[in-house]
T-cell receptor, first 112, second 110 residues
């Protein structure tokens, strides 16, 4: 069964540094998403992306965040200047239209 | 702004059916009911969704009441690997995002 894959599984970064989280969505999916989950809290929507542009974003997704589909297979989330409160699990998801979203197993981001 | 209400936790015996309730009394006509689960340290996993008819797939069955104000996810023969947090989510058909609540922590016991 096709899967969403995310790399790395764990990223440790110094506060203030830039970090890029990578995702390979399911190959025939055209809609891509990022969510995050702070330890012990709910899964929160960050952003959705379709046709090379952001479709919707939450209040969390401020100017420090950006997304990109640099080629035909990868989907990335960049945090420009990380803060301690950015420490969380980041999940990538993809879907074929408004069909169910399928999630990867996440990247654990630890900001020191 | 939670649109669904779920019990915080429930236990289930291995091999028995697990019936997970969800209330969504303010659901609109164009909103679907989705169920996901999250096994510890993994990403959310899609289980099933429906609009108004009952649905069944290889993982579970979804029973939606006639007035659509509540639903029940049924895991027919729970196994230890079904221990997870289960999320009931109401989603408009043309909305991109999923809004997760706290879900129900289901513990399957041998």
């Amino acid at each position: 069964e096709p899967e969403v894959t995310q790399t790395p599984s764990h990223q440790v970064t110094q506060m203030g540094q830039e970090v890029i989280l990578r995702c390979v969505p399911i190959s025939n999916h055209l809609y891509f998403y990022w969510y995050r989950q702070i330890l012990g809290q709910k899964v929160e929507f960050l952003v959705s992306f379709y046709n090379n542009e952001i479709s919707e974003k939450s209040e969390i997704f401020d100017d420090q965040f950006s997304v990109e589909r640099p080629d035909g297979s990868n989907f990335t989330l960049k945090i420009r200047s990380t803060k301690l409160e950015d420490s969380a699990m980041y999940f990538c998801a993809s879907s074929a239209g408004v069909q169910p979203q399928h999630f990867g197993d996440g990247t654990r981001l630890s900001i020191l | 702004d939670a649109k669904t209400t779920q019990p915080p936790s429930m236990d289930c015996a291995e091999g028995r059916a697990a019936n997970l309730p969800c209330n969504h009394s303010t659901i609109s006509g164009n909103e679907y009911v989705y169920w996901y689960r999250q096994i510890h340290s993994q990403g959310p996993q899609y289980i099933i969704h429906g609009l108004k008819n009952n649905e069944t797939n290889e993982m579970a069955s979804l029973i939606i009441t006639e007035d659509r104000k509540s639903s029940t996810l049924i895991l027919p023969h729970a196994t230890l690997r079904d221990t997870a947090v289960y999320y009931c989510i109401v989603r408009v058909s043309n909305d991109y995002k999923l809004s997760f609540g706290a879900g129900t922590t289901v513990t399957v016991r041998a």
